[in-house]
């Protein structure tokens, strides 16, 4: 009777452990109705980050001893805010090292402290306008460089700064026409006469080759002088 009891107690014993493993199995999982809830509140914690677009041209030609407007014009899905913020940066030709010059935000510009146009630089934007251009008085030929306009307005963010490589000349040696424009021009011409030609080659070649194919009536073709 005793060994009957102590096995039965054993067996009481394994069951209650068994059934304790059990349980704790079906504590660690998580029912699929709970876990849908859960996904979608992450998913809406995801925070959507749009991009500022900059747009400068990518040449710029100035006379020497004159004044010069770096044009830069922005996108941007958000309202301007009050953090929003423009960064000029230098790169000088033949440089490898870009500088910070010109910093505005708030309504204030700050210019930097060891820079060729310290006192020569005034803000010519509106961010309201989602302009950010500035000026540069008394263009000199050691301003010849990389200019590059940097535009922030949180929670947007600038995927590529604008660049501007500018040019300073003789006074009365501006180009009629930018670099740019005359190389598309060059090429738009070229690729107009290659399509001519193409065209009256093909012309030329059908009309050989209808006539070498055509049977018709010997005196008719005498009359149309065929």
Known sequence: MGGKGGGGRKMAAAAAGGGGSI?????????????VPVLLLAAA??????????YTPKE???????????????TSSEVISSAASVSWSFQPEGASKLMSFFYYSGGKSYAGK????KDRITWAGDLNKKDASINIANMQFLDNGTYTCDVKNPPDIVVKPGEIRLRVVERDNLPLFPIGLVVGIAIGAISGVILLITIIVCVVYRKKNSKKHYSGDPDIDARLGM
């Open 23 to 35: 349980g704790g199995g079906a504590r660690r999982r998580v029912p699929v109705t709970l876990r």
């Open 45 to 54: 914690l995801v925070v959507r980050v749009s991009a500022v677009e900059v």
């Open 60 to 74: 710029l030609f100035v006379e020497n001893g004159t004044e010069a407007k770096l044009p830069c014009t922005f």
């Open 114 to 117: 060891d820079i060729p146009f």
